[in-house]
């Protein structure tokens, strides 16, 4: 079976891949300190306390932090004897690189995510990842990542609202019944709310405007349902996107003896 790990600057995500479908997905928080045995800890308690019987013979990883890869690549090692192929290496092919300048690096997550998407609904599409940053992903007709969007992250936008105004609270993020707030908390709610409703819509209405062609907008992350909930701004909400991403970039490499 095939472990897929995605670590973003927040959480960590592993996934397994039974061929057909996902058996099950564990979360935990980013830290470079983690070592392998204490990954193993946390994957074997779950594993087991979910019934599932894995035997792990591959492992890709996707990772925004390159600092837990080293701790990463011993896990994979130590406990399932293998070596996992590492989105972003130059040993881990792509169905189709990037269009991008001249030395710029893409990251992991945007490279999966452009794999998955082409592969699921094919090209002309933007991907609208909500995590500690909103990135938009562009994937050209033919499969290609040709660039996109970064802004700031919705949690860590209602962080700096929070530590840069003393006398703000930390609220959590959802759809307020109005967009006049009658209380501080609801202000801030709506602000964040219908704010970053506006975003995305006006980022997708100018890329699709510059990109000059018929374009699929997927929302995926954590929070992508909610703001789904805010306005027609996604065509279809994809949970697993990334993780799908790095079976079809698995997938590739096998097919083509780079593993």
């Known amino acids: 079976m095939l472990l897929c790990i995605d670590c973003g600057n927040t959480n960590t995500v ?3 891949w039974d061929g057909t479908r996902f058996l099950c997905t564990l979360r935990t928080s980013t830290h470079h300190a983690r070592t392998a045995d204490a990954y193993f800890t946390w994957y074997s308690t779950l594993v087991k306390h979910y019934g599932i019987e894995a035997d792990i013979t591959e492992v890709i990883i996707s990772s ?3 600092r837990v890869v080293f701790n990463l690549r011993v896990f994979t090692d130590r406990f399932f004897d293998c070596r996992p192929l590492v989105v972003g290496r130059p040993d881990c092919l792509l169905p189709v690189p990037p269009r991008v300048d001249p030395g710029t690096g893409v990251g992991p997550d945007r ?4 794999a998955g998407a082409f592969d699921r609904h094919g090209g002309d599409v933007v991907v609208v990842d909500f995590g500690t940053a909103t990135n938009f992903d562009v994937v050209a007709a033919d499969g290609a990542y040709v660039g996109g969007v970064i802004a700031p992250g ?3 936008s209602l962080e700096a609202l929070h530590q840069g105004a003393a006398a703000l609270p930390h609220v959590d993020v959802t759809k307020p019944d109005q967009v006049i707030g009658t209380n501080t908390v609801n202000c801030i709610q709506s602000g ?3 704010g970053y409703v506006g975003l995305i819509q006006g980022i997708t209405d100018r890329i699709r405007a510059e990109y000059d062609a018929p374009m699929k907008v997927i929302g995926t ?11 027609v701004l996604f065509d279809t909400i994809e ?3 990334t993780m799908h ?3 079809v970039i698995h997938a590739y490499n096998k097919e083509n003896g780079a593993i």
């Open 192 to 194: 964040v709310f219908w």
């Open 154 to 156: 919705v949690n860590l």
């Open 245 to 247: 991403g790095l079976t």
């Open 14 to 16: 592993f996934s397994i």
């Open 111 to 114: 490279l999966a995510n452009a």
């Open 64 to 66: 925004t932090v390159p």
């Open 221 to 231: 992350g954590g929070l992508a349902p909610l703001f789904a909930t805010g306005d």
């Open 239 to 241: 949970d697993d996107l």
